[in-house]
């Protein structure tokens, strides 16, 4: 499986800002999604990260508020715009390498509280 | 719609006990099954299901897929304190998303 890092791993950020949370691999991967995690929830998928191309959000995601970059088949990010307490979860990249297999890797996670 | 629904929500029991974790699912476009321990922040992969009655297991810990019956369990012999976690069940579609369900919170009473 691979192996994968994100930063920062938590941050306390004031209402209104925003913050950008990187996800890196250590090998090439097909698919890369963005999910949020909030307090006693199950996951909830925001997007799937498309290499070189806009991604493609779930409903009731917007890009204007969780814009994501892909750059390259080892790297996204997924920034939370003008932030509110409602924001404040766990932010969790995943990968698949697609093709047969349906499984997938998660990040270690960025735990985000918003004041 | 899509679902995935677990069962019991939460469960707590002695060290030593043996635990069945249930998961049903209705998904138009099946393609796996997955079980996930989750910890602290982020999920660990456990097993992934695809073809019906065929066991999976690793220490432990066995899975198993009906897909007749639409449901996966998870069994955990002679469970330990490092047990305690929520067990997550997620079901892969044709897309490769996964649909999640809202976890089992296991609890291990030393």
């Known amino acids: 499986s691979a192996v994968i890092s994100q930063k920062p791993s938590r941050d306390i950020c004031q209402r209104g800002t925003s913050l950008t949370i990187q996800c890196q691999v250590d090998?090439?991967?097909?698919?890369m999604f963005w999910y949020r995690q909030q307090p006693g929830q199950s996951l909830t998928l925001i997007a799937t990260?498309?290499?070189?191309?806009?991604?493609?959000?779930e409903s009731g995601f917007v890009i204007d508020k969780f814009p994501i970059s892909r750059p390259n088949l080892t790297f996204s990010t997924l920034t939370v715009s003008n932030m509110s307490p409602e924001d404040s979860s766990i932010y969790l990249c995943?990968?698949?390498?697609?093709?047969?297999?349906?499984?997938?890797?998660f990040g270690p996670g960025t735990r985000l509280t918003v004041t | 719609e899509d679902k995935v629904v677990q069962s019991p929500l939460s469960l707590v029991v002695h060290e030593g006990d043996t635990v069945t974790l249930n998961c049903s699912y209705e998904?138009?476009?099946?393609?796996?099954l997955l079980w996930y321990k989750q910890e602290k922040k982020a999920p660990t992969f456990l097993f992934m299901l695809?073809?019906s009655g065929i066991e999976k297991k690793s220490g432990r810990l066995s899975s198993i897929l009906d897909k007749k019956e639409l449901f996966s369990i998870l069994n955990i012999t002679a469970t330990q304190t490092g047990d305690s976690a929520i067990y997550l069940c997620?079901?892969?579609?044709?897309?490769?998303?996964?649909?999640w369900g809202a976890g089992t919170k296991l609890i291990i009473k030393p």
């Open positions: 990260a498309n290499q070189g191309s806009e991604a493609t959000y």
């Open positions: 090998s090439q991967v097909t698919m």
């Open positions: 695809t073809s």
């Open positions: 998904v138009t476009n099946f393609r796996s």
């Open positions: 997620a079901v892969a579609d044709s897309n490769y998303q996964l649909i």
């Open positions: 995943s990968v698949a390498t697609g093709t047969s297999s349906y499984e997938q890797y």
